[in-house]
């Protein structure tokens, strides 16, 4: 499975939620260029500009979207799109004003609305880096035979699940673990932006889940819940809070602590103020994703 996690968390953080993963890191700083070549930052030259740009081309994907923002103060950049330094690249409302939106092309006179200029330059241009640019396409082909045998949690700055979502900025991770399964953002439903209600239920739901945490109150209920824990201590190292979040339960890090020291070959491990614990003999696989 491929996963999306923020790359402000610590490596031992993402390694409990997803043990035995493989952590990727595919934005402009990773220390590997391996991950740097999947961000919209890389510089791979000769990208497409989409609309009315009579076959012009720029150095990388966020290039060509923030050359084309129009400003309250400033139109399109064009030396924007010969950026190659993966710096300085951004527009801001601070140095430039109220945004416009984005031009349709270097040669468009039409400005399209945020959800448009998603749809029609950003989305469209990603694409075009993971279909034609060889070394970015072998990488993806890795991670998809990678995925096959282990789990992938690729970084990124942004966390954004849903393309139709248009209340958080897109997020290229989530676009390659899209590309990757196939359902990369390509028909007129995708593009829809959710609805007041829609966002509305999406909050509602993520309430609801943390409201909705098992009871421990029978002895059936206790064994039901060793055997869980069992189970997920096998194969990862977690903390007693981590193991009431993961397995839903109603109860409190202090009581599980009592729960756990009846398992037999349990292991403690303390950080700091925090005991982890484990059942598991192997060492958690490597964080870096090696070719």
């Not at 060509?64 to 400033?74: C, N, R, Y």
């Not at 749809?119 to 396409?137: A, G, M, T």
């Not at 824990?229 to 809070?241: H, Y």
Request: charge should be positive; charged fraction near 30%.
């Amino acid at each position: 499975m491929i996963y999306v996690a923020n790359k402000k968390r610590k490596n031992e953080s993402i390694q409990k939620d997803y043990p035995g993963a493989y952590i990727l890191d595919i934005t402009s700083s990773s220390p590997y260029k391996y991950g740097q070549i999947l961000s919209p930052f890389y510089p791979h030259r000769n990208i497409p500009i989409p609309g009315e740009s009579h076959g012009m081309t720029a150095t990388c994907v966020e290039a060509i979207w923030q050359g084309l923002k129009v400003f309250e103060g400033a139109d399109i950049e064009m030396q924007m799109f010969r950026n190659d330094t993966m710096k300085n690249i951004k527009r801001t409302v601070r140095k430039f004003g109220r945004p416009l939106g984005h031009r349709f092309g270097v040669f468009s006179q039409k400005i399209l609305n945020y959800a448009d200029a998603r749809r029609y330059i950003y989305i469209p241009s990603y694409k075009y880096v993971l279909d034609n640019v060889p070394e970015v396409h072998r990488i993806i082909e890795k991670i998809k035979e990678k995925a096959k045998e282990s789990d992938i949690v690729l970084l990124d700055y942004n966390l954004n699940p849903d393309n139709r979502d248009y209340t958080k900025p897109l997020s290229h991770a989530e676009l390659v673990k899209m590309y990757i399964e196939g359902r990369y953002p390509s028909r007129d439903e995708d593009f829809i932006p959710l609805t007041k209600e829609e966002i509305k239920v999406l909050k509602q739901k993520s309430r609801k889940r943390s409201a909705e945490r098992r009871k421990i109150e029978t002895p059936e209920d206790e064994v039901q819940l060793l055997q869980q824990v069992t189970e997920l201590l096998k194969t990862s190292e977690r903390s007693a809070k981590d193991i009431c979040k993961i397995l839903a339960v109603n109860c409190d890090a202090r009581t599980l602590k009592k729960y756990l020291k009846e398992l037999p070959g349990i292991k403690e491990r303390k950080e700091k103020r925090t005991l982890y614990y484990t059942l598991q003999d192997q060492d958690i696989n490597p964080s870096l994703f090696q070719f």
